[in-house]
């Protein structure tokens, strides 16, 4: 089979209109050049948001920093999950993925008096109705904390609130071509999640563009076989879907899990947890109509808890296809899986960096189950029941 993802950018462009492939196919293919405009617009402001790091703490050692929240909703919030372990480990403080819906409810909950805390926001559209009323929340009620707001709309309210606070907030607003146009995020997400990493990389930004480099030339490469299995498998009609994966790709896992539920509109569920979750009562799920897919870490412990579940699954012949997404191509998967896709990485590449690589596949998979299901990928939701922007919401004080 020829490149698939090729294939629709191909098609004429009313064709691409009326089968609502305008926008997602498109979106999913730029990502690997998008990348390197990311690393560039972060080079351009990091010495904003090397002063705005400063002031809120980032920096003094482990006794004295701030508590970092990484908050978003639904895909910004598994950005802020790829981040925290590689934020956490650079920066030597407490860095944790909180929900912008549970911070809206549970605020007090999260904000112990006499500390110091730091958040770095996700959103697309910055018009998140839980995000934007929590950001204001937060700066007309709780002052000292300090705020970097990651977004790909200038216009967002967002990025407003920071531009009218600029003594406590800065926005770090990405190029209007990862402001996705298709309902799922794609580009935006592994955008966001690559700007989260260079300002992770901040002390080191140059060096860190020799990995982005890397990251854009590896997604390049990648993008057409796995395009190609993920035509295939979903040829098959699964209606299930479970992913897994270890640290910072259990992220993805949880990403590409809400990828395929939304571009699928629901025609396929889906399931998303860590290798050794899964034993705990999920595995009874992975029926003979599951598509099975792993993201192997190259860490070794971790590794070694993967491969014993992918054992697991094939003795017990558990799922109907399964596929894993490796590093690099390696000997010990090729028997218990029936698709081994290798990034084909540096041997020393490490898993914190390769979130933006492995979501793809299932980025494609949900778009190629989207036309499998006869939806429109850019419009899967026919009915309404989710919109590109979640609808608002009735605010309780």
Same mark, same amino acid.
């Given at each position: 089979?020829?490149?698939?993802?090729?294939?629709?950018?191909? $098609?004429?462009?009313?064709?691409? =209109?009326?089968?609502? @492939?305008?926008?997602?196919?498109?979106?999913?293919?730029?990502?690997?050049?998008?990348?390197?405009?990311? &690393?560039?617009?972060?080079?351009?402001?990091?010495?904003?948001?090397?002063?705005? @790091?400063?002031?809120?703490?980032?920096?003094?050692?482990?006794?004295?920093?701030?508590?970092? &929240?990484?908050?978003?909703?639904?895909?910004?919030?598994?950005?802020?999950?790829?981040?925290a372990?590689?934020?956490? /480990?650079?920066?030597?403080?407490?860095?944790?993925?909180?929900?912008?819906?549970?911070?809206?409810?549970?605020?007090?909950?999260?904000?112990?008096?006499?500390?110091?805390?730091?958040? =770095?926001s996700?959103?697309?559209?910055?018009?998140?109705?839980?995000?934007?009323?929590?950001?204001?929340?937060?700066?007309?009620?709780?002052? *000292?904390?300090?705020?970097?707001?990651?977004?790909?709309?200038?216009?967002?309210?967002?990025?407003?609130? +920071?531009?009218?606070?600029?003594?406590?907030?800065? /926005? $770090?607003?990405?190029?209007?071509?990862?402001?996705?146009?298709? @309902?799922?995020?794609?580009?935006?997400?592994?955008?966001?999640?690559?700007?989260?990493? +260079?300002?992770?990389?901040?002390?080191?930004?140059? *060096?860190?563009?020799?990995?982005?480099?890397?990251?854009?030339?590896?997604?390049?490469?990648?993008?057409?076989?796995?395009?190609?299995?993920?035509?295939?498998?979903?040829?098959?009609?699964?209606?299930?879907?479970?992913?897994?994966?270890?640290?910072?790709?259990? /992220?993805?896992?949880?990403?590409?899990?809400?990828?395929?539920?939304?571009?699928?509109?629901?025609?396929?569920?889906t399931? /998303?947890?860590t290798?050794?979750?899964?034993?705990?009562?999920?595995?009874?799920?992975?029926?003979?109509?599951?598509?099975?897919?792993?993201?192997?870490s190259?860490?070794?412990?971790?590794?070694? &808890?993967?491969?014993?579940?992918?054992?697991?699954?094939?003795?017990?012949?558990?799922?109907?296809?399964r596929a894993?997404?490796?590093?690099?191509?390696?000997?010990?998967?090729s028997a218990?899986?029936?698709?081994? @896709?290798?990034?084909? +990485?540096?041997?020393?590449?490490?898993?914190?960096?390769?979130?933006?690589?492995?979501?793809?596949?299932?980025?494609? =998979?949900?778009?190629?189950?989207?036309?499998?299901?006869?939806?429109?990928?850019?419009?899967?939701?026919?009915?309404?029941?989710?919109?590109r922007?979640?609808?608002? =919401?009735?605010?309780?004080?």
């Amino acid at each position: 089979m020829s490149d698939p993802l090729r294939a629709l950018l191909d $098609l004429p462009e009313q064709e691409k =209109i009326e089968r609502g @492939l305008q926008h997602t196919p498109h979106e999913i293919w730029q990502q690997p050049d998008t990348w390197i405009n990311t &690393y560039e617009r972060c080079r351009q402001h990091s010495s904003e948001l090397n002063d705005m @790091l400063r002031r809120a703490g980032i920096g003094r050692g482990s006794t004295s920093s701030p508590t970092v &929240y990484l908050v978003g909703a639904g895909t910004s919030d598994y950005t802020g999950r790829a981040l925290a372990p590689m934020l956490r /480990a650079r920066w030597s403080c407490d860095v944790w993925p909180i929900p912008s819906t549970t911070l809206l409810t549970e605020f007090e909950e999260f904000h112990l008096p006499g500390r110091e805390y730091l958040w =770095i926001s996700f959103s697309r559209s910055g018009e998140s109705p839980e995000g934007v009323a929590l950001l204001e929340r937060a700066l007309d009620q709780h002052r *000292q904390i300090k705020h970097v707001v990651i977004t790909c709309n200038q216009q967002g309210p967002m990025a407003q609130l +920071c531009l009218r606070n600029a003594d406590r907030a800065l /926005a $770090l607003v990405l190029d209007e071509s990862v402001n996705d146009r298709g @309902l799922a995020m794609t580009s935006s997400f592994s955008n966001m999640v690559l700007a989260g990493q +260079c300002v992770g990389h901040l002390e080191d930004l140059a *060096q860190f563009g020799d990995v982005v480099a890397e990251l854009s030339a590896t997604g390049r490469r990648f993008l057409p076989e796995a395009a190609e299995t993920a035509a295939a498998i979903t040829l098959l009609g699964c209606t299930r879907t479970c992913f897994v994966g270890s640290g910072v790709l259990r /992220a993805v896992a949880d990403e590409s899990a809400l990828k395929v539920v939304e571009l699928s509109a629901g025609k396929v569920t889906t399931l /998303a947890e860590t290798p050794l979750g899964l034993r705990h009562g999920p595995m009874s799920s992975v029926d003979g109509q599951t598509l099975f897919v792993a993201f192997l870490s190259s860490e070794a412990r971790r590794r070694g &808890y993967e491969l014993d579940l992918l054992r697991e699954i094939d003795r017990k012949h558990l799922g109907r296809v399964r596929a894993v997404v490796t590093a690099r191509g390696d000997d010990d998967v090729s028997a218990l899986a029936d698709y081994s @896709l290798s990034l084909n +990485c540096a041997a020393d590449f490490p898993d914190s960096y390769r979130p933006v690589l492995d979501v793809m596949f299932s980025q494609l =998979i949900g778009l190629f189950a989207s036309m499998r299901c006869g939806l429109k990928p850019d419009q899967p939701s026919p009915g309404g029941t989710i919109t590109r922007v979640v609808a608002p =919401i009735k605010l309780y004080s």
